[in-house]
């Protein structure tokens, strides 16, 4: 009688320890994933999204929201080291296919 009573009772300590374990695992993982979409939310402000245009060997970048001039120059670095320049901490988004038509990408 004494070791079914041992028996029983150990089942029911290691029953509640794997639902407590199991409930702190899960709640874990909730804060995981809130702070991951929280940051991001956040890279998603700080980058401004622009349109890149050539003009006689000249490329000129223009905010796509507002269309407001941001920079210009001969070359990608030239162009990336003013934007840096200006706009410190922020990051950029360009569509693929104005990339490939300006020469960024290959």
Partial sequence: MELILLVVYTFIIWLGGSVAGWNAREKHAKKQVERHFEQLLEQQEEKIHIIIEKHNDMLY???KDTKQFMAQG????AVEKILVERFPGKRFACHESTLKEVGFIS
Wanted: zero cysteines; a negative charge.
């Fill in 61 to 63: 970048v223009y905010d």
């Fill in 74 to 77: 001969s070359t990608k670095e």
